[in-house]
């Protein structure tokens, strides 16, 4: 199996190349994009600011290649919010692949923005492995997706959200499943045999 990871201005791409390798998987690192259509699996991460990131992959064109693509792909983090269509950070245009806008968290009481830490996973449908049913995963963001027909997983941060988006062969996870310890293995392992 052919599996690449989209390289760009994304602040987790070495901690998804570890899990991966912890993982025994083979995989590149690239922005090129006829090597990003020829493989089985894309993983397209990502940590970071919404509009500086889609500015940057529209001046590289890797915006139409990922919108294009016909292999799994998953995106983590910030790379969910960017499928979807809309990100209330700096009000971005994102891929439009999910019809969902990214919403801000309000602060509420002593509940600050960003949202970091370990939250549990309550499964709702889908592509994930049910052993991860209530297993926790690491979060670290302050805009997320809500629930909506297209999730996958929920969490609870103020009030519920999706951790985890699917449509046709696009996947997606707001969480970290490269700093997610076991729980974060199931969820690449779930990605690598769809």
């Keep these: ?7 760009y201005n994304a602040g987790n ?13 083979d995989f590149s690192i690239t ?22 990131t889609m500015r940057y ?32 950070e ?7 692949i999910f019809n969902e806008t990214v919403k801000r968290f309000v602060p509420l009481g002593d509940m600050k923005v960003p949202h970091m830490g370990w939250n549990n996973l309550t499964l709702t449908n889908g592509w994930l492995d049910p052993a991860i049913e209530n297993q926790y995963a ?22 519920p959200f999706s951790a985890a988006i699917h449509q046709q062969n696009f996947y997606a996870v707001q969480f970290h499943p490269e700093k997610s310890a076991q729980t974060g293995n199931l969820v690449l392992k779930s990605f690598l045999t769809v």
């Design 31 to 52: 922005d090129h994009p006829e090597e990003i259509r020829a493989a089985d699996k894309v993983i397209f991460p990502g940590v970071g600011e919404a509009s500086t």
């Design 13 to 25: 791409i070495q901690s998804v190349s570890f899990a991966l390798e912890r993982l025994g998987v």
């Design 57 to 88: 992959l529209r001046d590289k064109k890797l915006d139409q290649v990922i919108i294009s693509l016909k292999q799994p792909v998953l995106g983590i983090c910030l790379g969910m919010q960017l499928m979807c269509r809309y990100s209330e």
């Design 90 to 96: 700096n009000n971005t245009d994102c891929l439009g």
């Design 138 to 159: 690491y979060f670290v963001h302050s805009y997320y997706v809500p629930v909506n027909s297209t999730t996958m997983a929920i969490t609870e941060y103020m009030h």
């Design 1 to 7: 199996m052919k599996l690449a990871i989209i390289k």
